[in-house]
């Protein structure tokens, strides 16, 4: 302490000096940002409007952002590669001789960095009034700006265009559903955006462009808001702008499309630094889609409540944009019709999702047309005009209030056998509707009386407060830098704890105790493999699932939870879906989809089970599908490694699902060609690379594909084909190999017979098995490059002639 009061009259002399600094609104060339120094190493608008730098938003977890410097909450407008944040350590943002401001992350990953053909020449980076983040040349020509990639907001003077959209954002911090942008026919539109849906839903998507005031067709393709709050768009009627409440200059504002969907233009309170809303897109929140997820009900009581219908149970409690799924699911066979019933929603509607318009039918003819398509979920009857509207899928599920024009009903399809007693149907609070005004959550509504007076007073308060805070801040920087060694704690340490897998939607952290509870201290054991023992569970919302506990995992927290966000990226049809994980002192665990039949391996080596060759050819297609959208369709490249008919889960359907798949990363697989020749995947599907130590690629997942149709066609392992030695399978297998494509090449039918497994009888289509076993040869080649690869796999199956008879 006698050292820091020895250098107190040298920091009180630099207040002064340090008070008349200038704010830093200029990035040079060859210069940077630290995350390190987040809270002062920042650039600041000239007018002190905006402050572009780190911004926090979890524990150790920082975005590259601008934001508005004197909001109450450091309002957020623009974020660069949202979704990827970095470190709270050695991550930064340079502005590099070439011209191009790159971010990268603590291990000097490259997370986002700008593009452009005419960075070459650019001087700084400079953050203007606007909020605008610009990159100038020698001639103090722009060259690129954050206009023109908004995230969820748009600023005044900014403009939308054909090529640009706001994306709202997740509570991750990802990405969300809702987009505005430009449709195709140039009307500028809300829409709700997933794998199974797109659709607009403002303007009202019931009326035409003209009553919607909309003009189709425009070719500029243009929109934007001015400072006095007016926000137009090329396409609107008449050129008529839509207005803010407080219409004025001097206000600052923002349009944002909010996570829930509505599109809302805020105004900025001087005194307080708290946003209102002064414009809003959406009157009636249950007009928005896929707010209560697939098969919810919204209705009003009178704020906006998400219910499931009779028959539905909430997928995911906590989380309605997952929404609600069936008790007991009708199948879908022809074998065996199952009875159903229809339960009258009256008021309800799901927009949406209509298989076809049936018109002048009775009630009773409606209903077989969707009893007799097992795809039909229910269908929505118009009394009068006779009109029927079988649905395939429940989605923007709304409850109406009678007795208006838009009232429907709807009739939702059930097992007989769903007991659904004691249950109600979703319905709105008429007399609570008619007092109801639209629920903005945190957000004011907008105070059109202003005392100037009183605000006059509170500025001079807050600036004399705000004063004293500045000068206590710097005096305490000084005292911290001069003094004190600066170190991260330990906490620092973790590398974004609970950040990390949850990057990605439905991507949750689980603690051990939940765990030890669903598993029942982890008694029924599923399997095990050299990765670890999988246990079923079942978690608190009634869901099964698969716990795998994780063996050899060497990864230091930091490393792990960056893996595990790669993985809880990925999202196919034909890939075992993860729901979370358990990372909690040496335990490491993964929690993912229980799949009803159990492993590929299970079914088709056992006499009890036989697999029809229709449903072998679908197992080969799916399969091949799940690993080319692993190697060629994820952000990052991903080798499962370990390809077998043990990782292969078929589900109720028998449709297959890959298991296990970005468990070479977390087990130390990936990474340098050390690390992935220590892991030797099972004998009998080994590329050959494996054994010469070669650098590991997608290819070896091809070579185990390979053997995995071999097996299909044949019905039995490889294994049984010869001794555990890794060198007597690979010669068997290769022998086998030369036979099969002699074979090919001969055209000898009654060689096929030989070959196909003899349980079929015969009953398989000749053509897909050539195509399969012709696949398999090329898989299976010694030379990794003359592979195909399983996008062109996947071709050739999708070619397959599936018109021959079956033999």
């Known amino acids: ?451 100037n007076d009183g605000e006059a007073k509170w500025l001079y308060l807050y600036g004399f407060a705000g004063a004293i805070f500045v000068l206590e801040i710097l005096f305490t920087a000084f005292a911290w830098f001069f003094v004190l060694r600066w170190e991260l704690g330990a906490s620092e340490t973790t590398a974004l704890q609970a950040l990390r897998f949850e990057m990605a939607t439905n991507f949750r952290r689980y603690s051990y105790r939940e765990l030890v509870k669903a598993t029942k201290k982890f008694k029924d054991e599923l399997g095990k493999g050299g990765s670890g023992i999988v246990y079923k569970g079942i978690l608190d919302d009634s869901r099964a699932v698969a716990v795998k506990m994780l063996e050899n995992v060497r990864h230091c927290e930091e490393e792990f939870q960056a893996e595990l966000r790669v993985i809880g990226r990925i999202n196919h049809m034909n890939l075992v879906r993860i729901w979370g994980f358990c990372s909690e002192s040496s335990y490491r665990m993964l929690v993912t989809e229980y799949i009803e039949n159990g492993s590929l391996a299970n079914i088709l080596f056992k006499d009890n089970i036989l697999l029809e060759w229709k449903q072998r050819f679908n197992i080969a297609l799916g399969v091949a599908k799940g690993l080319a959208y692993l190697h060629h369709e994820c952000l990052e490249g991903v080798i499962h490694c370990d390809v077998k008919p043990e990782n292969i889960l078929l589900d109720q359907n028998l449709e297959p699902k890959i298991a296990d798949f970005g468990l070479a990363k977390l087990l130390n697989r990936g990474g340098s060609n050390q690390n992935v020749s220590r892991v030797r995947g099972t004998v009998g599907y080994m590329a050959p690379e494996w054994i010469s130590s070669l650098q590991i690629t997608a290819k070896v997942d091809v070579y185990s594909y390979g053997v995995v149709l071999i097996e299909l066609v044949l019905g039995r392992q490889v294994l049984d084909l010869a001794v555990d030695a890794n060198e007597e399978v690979h010669k068997v297998l290769r022998e086998l190999v030369g036979r099969l494509a002699h074979m090919l090449e001969t055209g000898q039918s009654a060689s096929i017979d030989e070959v196909v497994d003899r349980r079929l009888s015969g009953h398989f289509n000749d053509t897909q098995v050539r195509t399969l076993i012709r696949v398999a040869v090329s898989c299976l080649e010694e030379e990794r490059s003359k592979r195909p690869t399983m996008e062109s796999v996947v071709q050739t199956l999708l070619l397959a002639d599936e018109s021959c008879s079956m033999r």
Request: glycine residues 8%.
């Open 1 to 451: 302490m006698e050292a820091f009061f020895a250098i107190l009259p040298v920091l009180l002399s630099l207040l002064p000096l340090l008070s008349s600094v200038s704010p830093r609104d200029t990035l040079p060339l060859r210069s940077s940002l630290s995350v390190d120094k987040h809270q002062t190493d920042i650039l600041r608008s000239h007018d002190g409007t905006f402050s572009c730098g780190f911004s926090s938003i979890y524990d150790n977890a920082f975005t590259f952002s601008i934001w508005y410097a004197h909001s109450a909450d450091k309002t957020v407008v623009w974020t660069a590669n949202r979704g990827h944040p970095v470190h709270a350590r050695r991550a930064a943002v340079t502005l590099r001789e070439g011209g191009t401001m790159v971010l990268t992350d603590y291990d000097g990953t490259v997370v986002w960095q700008t593009e452009g053909d005419e960075l070459a020449g650019v001087q700084y980076a400079q953050l203007l009034d606007t909020g605008n983040l610009v990159m100038k040349n020698s001639s103090g020509m722009v060259v690129w700006q954050s206009f023109d990639s908004p995230t969820d907001t748009l600023l005044p003077t900014q403009h939308i265009t054909a090529a640009t959209k706001l994306v709202s954002t997740a509570g991750l911090n990802v990405p969300g559903h809702y987009i505005f942008h430009f449709t195709d026919s140039s009307i500028l539109s809300l829409v709700y955006d997933d794998v199974d849906v797109h659709e607009i839903y403002w303007p009202d998507p019931d009326n035409g462009e003209y009553q919607n005031n909309r003009n189709r067709y425009n070719s500029t393709r243009l929109a934007g808001l001015d400072e006095m709050g007016n926000f137009f768009s090329s396409d609107f009627a008449n050129q008529q702008a839509l207005v803010a409440s407080d219409e004025g200059l001097g206000i600052k504002r923002r349009l944002t499309l909010d996570p829930d969907g509505n599109l809302r233009l805020y105004s900025l309170n001087n005194s307080d630094g708290r946003w209102s809303v002064s414009w809003i897109a959406v009157s009636q929140p249950c007009n928005v889609h896929g707010l209560c997820g697939p098969n919810g009900i919204c209705h009003y009581l009178p704020t906006p409540t998400c219910s499931c219908p009779p028959g539905y149970v909430m997928s995911n409690p906590g989380n309605w944009s997952q929404g609600c799924r069936a008790v007991v699911d009708i199948a879908c066979t022809v074998e065996q019709a199952q009875p159903v019933r229809f339960l009258h929603l009256p008021g309800t509607d799901f927009w949406g999702s209509d298989q076809e318009h049936v018109e002048h039918v009775s009630l009773q003819a409606c209903k077989k047309i969707c009893r007799s398509d097992c795809t039909c979920k229910g269908f929505r009857y118009q009394q009068g005009s006779g009109t029927c509207y079988p649905k395939s899928f429940l989605f923007n599920g709304k409850a109406y209030t009678p007795p208006s024009k838009t009232y429907r009903t709807m009739y939702l399809k059930l097992p007989t056998g769903a007991n659904i007693s004691g249950i109600s149907v979703p319905r709105t609070n008429v007399l609570a509707l008619r007092e109801y005004h639209p629920d903005c959550g945190q957000m004011m509504e907008p105070s059109m009386d202003v005392n």
